[in-house]
């Protein structure tokens, strides 16, 4: 397995995909997924040198090799913004003259510069990087250049590099004009003369570090917003539960026993595979901070508990208790997700757009807002490959079938349409106003719902499909494409997934799903995620502190005004 981790990806690929055809089918299927967590690499990558404390590293990337600083906290939003900063003041520093512009990339940032100053600005941009393992590409000879000073974790796993950088454009002076040696998405030509203005720094897009005060020079222009911008606030709404709570488990073995039903149910109705948390919330938190900046506000919705390492003195984090959005509604304590998802556009202050997430749903590169929502405001929905049965409902359908059947039949009665496809495991993009409409049009199926403690066969699943097709058929949505993977813990393949996933990061959206595991394949299920989270997500997110577990209620936003002109 050594040869293995050590071996360039491209060797390692065909051996992996070797290993997953041809040996794997040998091992009996009980086996297989302990066998395949062995064989496939997903810890940190043997090295021939002791790494010690040494402040760089060289990395392999998808790109090639890359000298990286070491760092314990870091992201990609942080890093984009440092190394313009670095930029700006190398510039600034040497006399020559600069203003931002906008570039097609989202995790790039762009400032431009007189072609007469070039001379100077690249003697200022190779002295700068020459210092702290910085990087100097020619994107476009004699016209762009592409500075960045790449981060690694301490172990090497992820490394934000050139992709982050900040690209130098010479433009040149035509007839009284700057005229950019590119297009950009706003403008190639300024008027040499047009007055400079200083604007912050969520001007040039959604992808910017939190928290940043500084402002940047620039032309009038570039400040306008596109019509392909989205331009209103997002929120998070995730749900978890703490299965290993024995308070909670007293609280499940209670209402058991009040719910006779559910032993004659799908085994999924109940199992414990639901409930199991492995610290998904953790990396699905920490997926949301670094390629999610633009997130406003995240709500936590759980039955009273609360992870003990989140940080819930934080501004933009609000626990909120199922008593708090149930009220007189329904049945609680609940064990039941789809009558808690009956509930969320309930939370007090949440805002009208926002993403649903399970814990098991991560981000997996930075994306921008207009990938779940349109500018207007519509909601996007991405559907599934995967079919609703077309059979009739039966109580041994699982319970996820079942609610995709119920949602069908009431779009046909109230719409005259087929509801087909299942939607893929994604973070959902809702607005409140929808979720309210349904609530009030289907209330009997709502109400229903909410009042059942574990899934039930007559549910609706409101936000995870019912929604998506609603919003569709009333023009409140549109079909929307991502980037994605599901796959099972318990499928032998999903150790090969992880390795490409690891080294590709070419994914918008994953979830790592526990739908039904047998009590022998967990231990190996939680070896697997605490192998490949770390090392995908190894940097703290903005919500992790060592802080005592309590609910909070509803906490005041404190809104950050930028100050600070350079």
């Not at 390692?12 to 302990?34: C, I, K, S, Y």
């Not at 929905?381 to 119920?406: E, M, Y």
């Not at 023009?475 to 999903?494: C, N, V």
Request: glycine share 6%.
């Amino acid at each position: 397995m050594r040869i293995i981790r050590l071996a360039p990806w491209p060797v390692r690929r065909r051996l992996l995909h070797h290993l997953q055809r041809r040996l794997l089918p040998l091992v009996p299927p009980a086996d297989r997924l302990r066998v395949a967590r062995r064989i496939v690499p997903l810890g940190p990558r043997p090295r021939l040198k002791p790494i010690g404390d040494a402040p760089a590293l060289r990395v392999r990337t998808a790109a090639g090799r890359v000298t990286a600083r070491r760092c314990l906290d870091a992201t990609p939003a942080a890093v984009r913004r440092e190394n313009l900063d670095r930029v700006l003041d190398a510039l600034t520093g040497a006399g020559v003259e600069w203003f931002r512009i906008p570039v097609a990339s989202l995790t790039r940032t762009g400032v431009a510069v007189d072609a007469a100053d070039r001379a100077r600005a690249m003697a200022a941009l190779t002295t700068v990087t020459a210092r702290g393992e910085g990087r100097l590409d020619r994107v476009r000879p004699g016209q762009v250049v592409r500075a960045s000073w790449p981060v690694t974790d301490p172990s090497g796993r992820l490394t934000l590099g050139p992709a982050y950088g900040c690209d130098v454009e010479f433009w040149r002076r035509e007839q009284g004009n700057l005229v950019g040696p590119r297009s950009n998405p706003v403008a190639d030509v300024v008027p040499v003369d047009e007055p400079e203005i200083a604007v912050a720094e969520p001007v040039f897009g959604p992808f910017g570090a939190p928290g940043t005060t500084r402002r940047y020079r620039t032309r009038e222009v570039f400040t306008m917003v596109s019509p392909d911008r989205v331009a209103f606030p997002i929120d998070a709404v995730y749900t978890w539960v703490d299965g290993g709570d024995p308070a909670w488990h007293a609280r499940k073995a209670a209402a058991l026993r009040e719910n006779g039903w559910v032993a004659g149910s799908s085994g999924q109705t109940a199992n414990d595979s639901r409930f199991v948390s492995r610290d998904e919330l953790r990396y699905s938190l920490r997926s949301l901070h670094a390629y999610a900046p633009w997130i406003r506000h995240v709500y936590l919705v759980t039955d009273d508990q609360v992870p003990p390492w989140l940080d819930t003195t934080r501004a933009d984090l609000t626990v909120v208790s199922h008593r708090e959005i149930f009220g007189g509604t329904g049945r609680l304590p609940t064990f039941n997700s789809q009558a808690i998802e009956t509930r969320l556009h309930h939370i007090p202050g949440l805002a009208e757009h926002f993403l649903y997430l399970n814990d098991d749903v991560f981000l997996g590169r930075p994306v921008a807002p207009e990938l779940f929502f349109t500018p207007g405001g519509l909601t996007r929905f991405f559907p599934s490959g995967a079919l609703v049965g077309s059979a009739p409902r039966t109580q041994a359908d699982a319970p996820a079938d079942s609610a995709g059947k119920n949602n069908r039949r009431l779009i046909q009665n109230t719409f005259g349409r087929v509801l087909t496809h299942k939607m893929k495991h994604t973070p959902h993009p809702s607005r409140r106003s929808v979720l309210a409409e349904i609530e009030q049009r289907f209330a009997e199926h709502v109400e229903a719902t909410a009042g059942h403690q574990f899934r039930h066969p007559d549910d609706i699943a409101m936000l995870s499909s019912l929604q998506q097709y609603y919003a569709y058929l009333t023009g409140r949505a549109a079909p929307g494409q991502i980037s994605y993977l599901y796959t099972d813990l318990a499928d032998p393949a999903t150790p090969f997934h992880l390795a490409r996933l690891l080294h590709r990061r070419h994914l918008d959206a994953f979830c790592l799903n526990d739908t039904d595991s047998s009590v022998s394949a967990a231990p190996e299920q939680a070896a697997l995620l605490a192998e490949f989270l770390p090392a995908y997500l190894p940097f703290p997110s903005r919500w992790e502190g060592a802080v005592v577990p309590r609910v909070a209620r509803q906490v005041k936003r404190v809104a950050v005004v930028g100050e600070a002109v350079r």
